[in-house]
């Protein structure tokens, strides 16, 4: 079985300020990973996927993420933040070439960007 | 329509009563998932379905839970004499089966309380 775990339930950091939101995942076979945001009041929208090929992934508004075999991670970064991006962060995991299987998910971490 | 909707968006109910849960996937998707987001617990897995195939319901917590998809579309989630802890959001979720990876398309969820 999988399972992720996500180090921190709250993030708060300064605008304009990085940010880095931990993602360790466990399974005994290989995985997709996930990055998903749920902004204030609405559904999950996906952020970036880590399929294959380059371990480092990068979404549109400026997210990256780092897919770590070694230490089972994918930590999610920004080098600078927006108010803007206030949400709630889900990692999520499936298997690999399982598509139908549904995701297991981690607890979520809450990023309150300050002004 | 051009994403999942989910009806109703909130539902207050007394302890006890039965509710049924709507879900319109995105046309064309023959994946479908339910999920659960507590406070604080993340998103948990309940049941999905593929195509004609039985359904997965080993993410359902009681007997008290069932669902059912009509004609490989809508999907009703219902729950049975609620509780309060069955208070969470219910999101559903749609996949097109023919991807190689389980991007999943999460609609805006239905808030469901018990008093």
């Known amino acids: 079985a999988q399972s992720v775990t996500q180090l921190d339930s709250q993030v708060p950091v300064f605008e304009e300020a990085p940010v880095e939101l931990r993602c360790n995942y466990s399974?005994?076979?290989?995985?997709?990973l996930f990055w998903y945001v749920q902004y204030p009041n609405q559904g999950l929208q996906l952020l970036l996927k880590y399929l294959s090929g380059s371990t480092l992934v990068e979404s549109i508004n400026g997210f990256e993420a780092e897919f770590n075999k070694s230490q089972t991670s994918f930590h999610l970064r920004k080098p600078s933040v927006h108010i803007s991006d206030t949400a709630e962060y889900f990692c999520a995991v499936s298997l690999l070439n399982s598509g139908n299987t549904p995701l297991v998910f981690g607890k979520g971490t809450r990023l309150s960007v300050i002004a | 329509g051009a994403g999942v909707s989910q009806s109703p968006s909130n539902k207050v109910t007394e302890k006890g009563k039965d509710v049924e849960l709507r879900c319109d996937p995105i046309s064309g998707h023959t994946a479908l998932y339910w999920y659960r987001q507590s406070l604080g617990q993340g998103l948990e897995f309940l049941i999905y379905?593929?195509?004609?195939?039985?359904?997965?319901k080993s993410g359902l917590p009681s007997d008290r839970f069932s669902a059912e998809r009509t004609g490989g579309s809508v999907s009703t989630l219902t729950i049975q004499r609620t509780q309060q802890e069955d208070s969470a959001v219910y999101l559903c979720a749609s996949r097109l089966a023919v991807a190689s990876y389980n991007e999943q398309f999460f609609g805006p969820g239905t808030r469901l309380t018990v008093l």
């Open positions: 399974s005994s076979v290989s995985v997709y």
């Open positions: 379905f593929q195509g004609n195939s039985a359904p997965d």
